[in-house]
Every structure is written in C-alpha cells, then in structure tokens.
C-alpha cells in the first residue's frame, strides 16, 4: 500500500468507505433483491387491527428483551416449542422480533396454544401461574382502552386491510385485550405437530393403573405443570380450564376411557377431533408430548382417576367443609 | 495551552458529559440486574425491565460510549493536526444538542417509545437529532485533518475517519422507517430483510462505537501515557485495513439457526473467524509496544489500565468469532452467557480505556497532575474484580441454561421445563448484582477522581491568574 495515502485524509476516506461498503453490499444490499428475502407463506394472515394494537404494545414493553420469536431447527427446541421457525411467517413483520435472549421461553409458536383467559391471568400476575416466574405485571394494560384514530393511522402506515367498523369497534377494547389477540395469532401460519396422539389407542387402559407410587408421582407432575390452569386440586378454574373431576370431558356428560386422557395431554386441543368431542371452542389445551415422558403423562392420569374417586365417596358437602372458600391452598412452587 | 482552550473546555464538557449519563447508564444497569431476580423492582410502567432495558444500553452506547468519542476524538484530532479546531463554535452547539438529545432519548424509551431494534432503538425524530449530530461530528474532524499542521497521519486518525463514515452509512440504512406519526415508525424492512439489516447494524455498531474509535484512543494514549513508540507501524496498518474490510461481512453470526439463509450465516461466520487476525493485530501491537519496557506497569499508573484493555479486547475477540459457530452457537445463544460476552468487551474494554484515555486528558486541560494516583489504583482494581465477576458468573450460568434446555430422557422427551431452568439462574443473577455494584463503586471513584482534577486544576488557575493591577494613585 502506498504511504501517500496517509497524507491524503480525501483519498483515504473514500478508500475507507469503498472498504466498508464492499461486506454491507454483498451481505446486506444484495440480498434485499433476492425472493428469498420476501418469501410468504400460504395460509400467512396480515396483522388485524387488534392484532397490530397488540403488536405496538409488545414492542413498547420492550417484551423481546426477554422473549423470542424464532424456533431453531435443533431438536430439543422443535419439541419444546413446536415447528422450526420459516423465513416465510415474517413477511407482515415491521421490525422483526426475533429478539435475541430468552430470559423467558420463546414465542414463535405460542399462538393457540393457551386458553386467552390464562394470557389474561398470567399477563396481569404471571406469579398467579407460574409462581417463580421473574415476569413483570402488566395489570395496567387492562385498565389502557386502545385508540382507534392512532391504531387505524398505524393501519395506514403500512397498508394493511381494514375495515371501519373493525377500527369502531377497537374503541371497547383493551390494550390487554390486544396484546392478548396478538399472542394467539404468533405462529398460526405454521401446521402445529401432530404429536403422537395418533398413535395413541383411545380405548387404551393405564398401564400404570392405581399404583399408589403412579398416584404420588401423577400429583407431582400435575402440581409442576397443570395446577396454573385446572387448579390445585383438579377444580379447573374459572374462564381458563374446566374441572378435571366431574364428568363431564370436552363439554360432553360422560366419562372417557384413558386412552382418550392420554391422547388430549399429549396432544393437546388438536387431539379434540380424534376423540370425537368438540370441547369449548375457545379451548386451548396445549400438547405434552415431548415435554414430559410418557409414563408421567400416565401417572397424571392416575392420580387424575384417584381424584375422582376421592371426589364420588366425598359428598360435596364435606368437600365444602374441608375447602372453606376464601381459604387458598398453599402451594409449594 | 492559549490557543487551544476553547476548545478544550469543549472536549472537557463531552467528557464531564459522557461520565454523567455513564453513571446514569449503570445505576439504571444495576436497577435491571435486581429486577432479573425480584420482580416486584418494577415499580412502574415507566420503570419496568423491558423499557429500562434499552435506557442502560443506550444511555451507555449513545451516552457514555458516544459523549466519550466526541470529546477523546476531539482532543486526538486537535494534537494530531497540530492545531484548534476549525469551527470551535459548532463543537459547542454540538455539545448543548448531545446532552439534550441524549435526556430526550432517555424520556422517550422510558415512555416506550421504541423501533424495537437492538441499538436503534429511539425513535425516528431523535434518529434525525443523531445524523446532525454526527454531521457537525464529521464537519469538525474533516475540516481539523484537512486543515492539519502535520503532514503524515498517524492511526488514530485513520480509525477516527473510518468510524466517522461507516456510524453514519450504517445508521442511515438500518433506521430507514416508515412513520405513523411522531412517536411511532415500522422498519422500512420487513422479516427476514428487517433482521438482516438490523445485524448488519448492530453488530457494526459494536465495531465502530465499541472497537475502532477506542482503538484510535488506545494508539494514541498508549505511547502519550506511557512514552513508548508503538511497536510497529506496518502491523497497525494491516490491522486497519483487515479490520475496517472484515467487520461489515459478520452481522449474520448474531442469527445462526434463524430463518435467514444459510450462506449469509455461513459467510458471515467465515469472515467472523477470519476477524481474529486483525483484532490481535492491535492487541500484539499494544503487548509489544509495553513489552519494550514491562516497568511501566509499575511506574505509570494508566499503563495497567491500557494492558488490561487490551488484553480483554484480545480475549472478546476470540470469544466472539468462537460464539459465531454453529456447534457453540446452539449451546450458549439466548442464555445469559452472551450479556457475559458484551460485559467482557463493555465493562473490561471500553471502560477501561476511555477512563485511563480520561485520567490522561484532564489533568492536561488544566495543566496539573491527577488529583489522586491512589484513587485511580483502586478504581483500577474495583473495575476489573466486578467486570470478572460479572462475566464469568453469566459464562457459568449461560452454559447451565443452555444444556438444560437440551437434555432430555430415554423417550426423548424434555427433562427440563423452561421454568426449571430458570430457577437455576436466581443465585447466578444475585451474584451478577454484587458484580455490578462493585463496578459501579469503582467507577464512583472514578468520576471523584476526575471532579477533584478539575477542582484543583481550577484553584492552580485562579491562584495563578495575576493579581489586579492596583489602581494608579
């Protein structure tokens, strides 16, 4: 290299920028003219009105400081979350939200998997289900009603269909009601896995049966991971999830064979179909399978089967009696 | 010093600047750390982790980091040109614009107003703050090296002119937005493109906020402090050259295993390694230079602090490209081991720099000596116990997260549940608090340390000031 350049402070800041723009242009301008870098999936929705009133939400709480949006193709995450994200679900997505640490689980496919009732419980106190969760609260979106003028400017701004009486109505809504209708729309444009309910006999019976150790080991599993949404004692709980002891299942009177229990955890609402019952339309159920081992998933149900015989002998009455209302539970996290 | 005071008042006021929103920034950072373990540190809305977040990085990229290369690279440009500035007046209303927007940035994330992209955060009328700003930035050092009394430029100026130009190429293209009214904006780039860019950006923003200003610092003050030439001339103009090409190839290493194509991922991590070269350039350059006399350790005090700075700039820069590949990538990406690896490079690099390339310049201002080489010791030894703590606990903890998250049983199922793990990070998370706290003490003293210079630099002046001539009889 010539020293003449490092007396000539012109010729060497063009030089510069040549350097600098080489890597920007192969790397970052050039493949803004490639079709792969705009791809859109088939069944890919644009944002609603409400959709994009919870995006703006999501992004001013600064949510994708701890929270992403992107599922790696790596095993263990395909089986935690759900299907490896696709360059093609982003196409409405202005910025992305990928974010990049997860100090809470990611959120790519989060979209259907929950019920919008626990959104709003865990939203307004994620302690509430979720106990050691360091999540803040966000009570107050609940009480924020959304603008319709700003949202339907937002609208505007990046061309995307509305209606009038879509922006009217946002006027009875809430910011809580619109990050909660955008948490449902992430990932609906990916097939969620068919788990291996299908595999599954609905008429099986429990190969664990009534052990008392399945049962003991069935309580464990269900206060780790289904007392957020069906209550510490299997009770359900209000506008969230129904209760696991009476009998009626998916909204119909009548009992099922486990066969059919193990099914609906491990596959989730999507299993609703295979069973036969429609269950509540705003159901959502999320699958198990592959996040905990089959034979825990059994054990639940045993200890589901115990409960229920618990509650037969028990009339309610003296169920009244032992539970006074007011008296929650402890709960050990 | 007559015909350079206005100016160094100047520089003075970006560095009185630059230490006050880098103490907000860590209080701030503090406040967030505890949030990590006690939620209920919330308190508000306004002072929530998520919009807090960005106040810390921003007020230490923009506010410290930034207010730091204006006034250092004034003060560089000034003595390598061998003359003042050429508009003396335009670097003041410069540094009245930089306070002020930094307070407004700060006002605006708190009230959430946000792009939502890591480091281009603010929203787009104070992006237009931040382009005249960095246009008055460019007039003043152009105008000063053109006008220059001293025919050759050394490297710092080089890296002076190359952060110059490829900060303002880069924040152009990425803060491109589509407004939706005067707080609000969408990325002019959607998905896949929209992260692209945004890499592109922020990885850069590290390379030519965090890397080539301070190492413009570092050429400089190193021989200034110390007295000793730098080793060699021709492997710091291999350095640049390397460095300036390679570092606009490797945004992409930040989206391993996202859906960005897997040629822009791999290139990116090819040229990623490649990146070691020039970066151990400078810290072989920097060893070698000191190596021509170790007692400057002990003789000098900022010797240490510019050998240590090096020395974790060298290890930041080996820990990087090796976080770029995929087989790491996959274990410790999204976990706390990454804030550990910016931390290495903030806390032990940046820092350590800008605060000894600090001790250097003010005591010159005002023609004195540091107010207390004890003091400056101290903090030495504060900083680097917190940065080390710091780190490695998020290296620790990172590891633990990230194979928790992969285990799983004989039927292939997950062992873990994402709450599982998280629980596990609460000790690592108190431990990453008490770090921080012992930064923070150390760079309390930092900022005594300064202030008293500056106090006694203006008693050395009034005292010398001639006494008023008495009335004539």
């Not at chain 2, 937005?177 to 969408?186: R, T």
Request: hydrophobic share 45%; proline share 6%.
């Amino acid at each position: 290299m010539a020293g003449e350049i490092y007396k000539k402070p012109i010729s060497f800041a063009l030089l510069a920028t040549v350097t600098v723009l080489v890597g920007s242009i192969v790397t970052m301008a050039y493949p803004m003219l490639r079709p792969d870098f705009h791809p859109r999936l088939e069944g890919l929705r644009p944002f609603t009105a409400l959709q994009l009133a919870g995006r703006d939400v999501y992004q001013r709480e600064g949510c994708m400081g701890c929270h992403t949006q992107t599922v790696r193709p790596l095993r263990s995450e395909v089986v935690r979350y759900g299907d490896y994200s696709k360059a093609g679900e982003f196409y409405y997505d202005r910025p992305f939200l990928w974010g990049s640490k997860r100090t809470g689980p990611d959120l790519a496919r989060e979209g259907g998997k929950r019920p919008d009732g626990w959104h709003l419980k865990h939203y307004a106190d994620p302690r509430s289900v979720t106990p050691r969760s360091n999540m803040p609260r966000y009570a107050f979106l609940a009480e924020a009603k959304l603008d319709p003028e700003e949202v339907a400017s937002h609208m505007r701004a990046l061309h995307l269909p509305h209606g009038p009486e879509e922006i009217a109505a946002l006027a009875q809504r809430t910011e809580m009601d619109a990050l909660v209708s955008y948490t449902q729309w992430l990932g609906h444009a990916v097939q969620r896995r068919q788990p291996a309910a299908g595999a599954v006999d609905l008429a099986a019976a429990n190969p664990l049966g009534d052990s008392p150790h399945a049962v003991a080991r069935g309580n464990q599993v269900f206060l780790d991971n289904c007392t957020a949404c069906h209550g510490d004692e299997g009770h359900g709980v209000p506008d969230v999830a129904p209760n696991l002891l009476d009998d009626v299942f998916l909204g119909v009177k009548g009992d099922v064979p486990d066969g059919a229990y193990f099914a609906l955890i491990s596959g989730g609402s999507d299993a609703k179909a295979a069973i036969g019952r429609k269950g509540l339309e705003s159901g959502g159920m999320q699958a198990y399978g592959g996040q905990i081992p089959n034979d825990d998933i059994w054990a639940v149900i045993s200890w589901i089967r115990a409960q229920q015989a618990h509650e037969r002998k028990e009339p309610p009455l003296m169920e009244k009696a032992e539970h006074p209302p007011g008296a929650s539970p402890g709960r050990t996290p | 010093m007559g015909e350079y005071r206005y100016d160094h008042r100047t520089v003075q006021g970006f560095i009185l600047s630059a230490i006050f929103w880098g103490v907000v920034g860590i209080l701030v950072g503090l406040l967030i750390s505890i949030q990590m373990w006690a939620p209920a540190a919330n308190l508000t809305p306004w002072l929530a982790f998520g919009r807090l977040r960005p106040v810390h990085t921003n007020g230490l990229a923009f506010g410290l980091g930034v207010g730091a290369i204006f006034g250092l690279s004034y003060w560089v440009v000034m003595r390598l040109a061998r003359r003042p500035l050429v508009f003396p007046r335009l670097a003041r209303v410069q540094l009245w614009l930089f306070n002020l927007g930094i307070a407004a940035a700060a006002v605006s994330l708190l009230a959430g107003k946000t792009q939502s992209l890591e480091y281009a955060e603010l929203e787009w009328p104070l992006d237009v703050a931040i382009v005249v700003l960095w246009v008055m930035f460019a007039v003043n050092v152009f105008a000063t090296i053109v006008k220059r009394r001293e025919e050759q430029m050394y490297v710092s100026l080089w890296y002076v002119i190359a952060t110059v130009i490829a900060v303002a190429v880069l924040y152009l293209v990425n803060n491109a937005s589509i407004p939706a009214g005067w707080w609000k904006s969408y990325h002019a780039y959607a998905g896949v493109n929209s992260a692209n860019v945004e890499w592109w950006y922020g990885h850069n923003a590290v390379g030519f906020v965090f890397t080539t200003p301070i190492l413009a610092f570092f050429y400089y003050f190193l021989p200034k402090a110390t007295g000793l030439p730098i080793f060699s001339h021709r492997l710091s103009i291999v350095s640049f050259w390397s460095l300036v090409f390679a570092y606009l190839w490797t945004g992409a290493h930040h989206l391993i295993y996202t859906p960005l194509p897997d040629w822009l991922q791999t290139l990116a991590i090819i040229f990623t390694i490649f990146l070691i070269a020039p970066s151990w350039g400078s810290v072989v350059n920097g060893y070698y230079t000191v190596g021509a006399d170790w007692s400057k350790m002990r003789s000098q005090y900022l010797t240490k602090f510019f050998v240590l700075g090096i020395t974790f700039y060298g290890l930041q820069t080996v820990q990087g490209p090796t976080q770029a590949l995929r087989t790491v990538s996959q274990l410790i990406h999204y976990t706390d081991w990454v804030p550990g690896h910016v931390h290495m490079g903030t806390m032990g690099w940046v820092t350590m720099i800008v605060t000894a390339s600090m001790y250097y310049v003010v005591p010159r201002i005002w023609g004195t000596e540091i107010y207390s080489e004890r003091i400056a010791n101290l903090h030495f030894w504060l900083v680097l116990v917190g940065q080390l703590l710091f780190s490695i606990t998020m290296w620790i903890t990172g590891i633990q997260q990230g194979a928790l998250w992969k285990v799983t049983n004989a039927d292939g199922s997950l062992k873990y549940s994402f709450m599982d793990g998280l629980v596990k990070n609460y000790p690592y998370w108190h431990t990453r608090t008490l770090a921080g706290i012992i930064f923070a003490a150390g760079m309390l003293l930092f900022v005594y340390n300064v202030l008293k210079t500056i106090q006694k630099g203006k008693a050395l002046e009034a005292s010398q000031r001639p006494a008023p001539a008495p009335a004539a009889a």
